[in-house]
């Protein structure tokens, strides 16, 4: 069993910044992929960032290109995401994913390529 544990949500004014953590403990080995997902009020869960655990290749998704970076450090076993410049339209639960797959930033996209998820860390951005 792989448990993920997020950290560093918080309240923000627009512009800020915050650094979420996703910390990973158990059989990890076979973890290959790991990504950040948010959900909003009464929308779906959607893609914000992936890395592939051994060589480092990132995807992100196009609205947070340039303002967040998903970063990782293997003999931690842990992952982060720098998100800066903030935006309103920023805020939802954040959620740590893992895969013991890797794929394509379409397959990548879809929550379903993950199968283990974190419990959510809440970012608030404020006008």
């Known amino acids: 069993q792989v448990q993920l544990v997020e950290s560093g949500g918080g309240l923000v004014q627009a512009g800020g910044s915050l650094r979420l953590s996703c910390a990973a403990s158990?059989?990890?080995?076979?973890?290959?992929?790991r990504g950040w997902f948010r959900q909003a009020p009464g929308k779906e869960r959607e893609f914000v960032a992936a890395i592939s655990w051994i060589g480092g290749t990132t995807y992100y998704e196009n609205s947070v290109k340039g303002r967040f970076t998903i970063s990782r450090d293997n003999a931690k076993n842990t992952m982060w995401l720098q998100m800066n410049s903030l935006k309103p339209e920023d805020t939802a639960i954040y959620y740590c994913?893992?895969?013991?797959?890797?794929?394509?930033?379409?397959?990548?996209?879809?929550?379903?390529?993950?199968?283990?998820w974190g419990q959510g860390t809440q970012v608030t951005v404020s006008s």
């Open positions: 158990g059989r990890t080995l076979s973890i290959y992929g």
């Open positions: 994913a893992a895969t013991h797959n890797w794929g394509t930033l379409g397959e990548l996209s879809r929550a379903t390529f993950f199968e283990l």
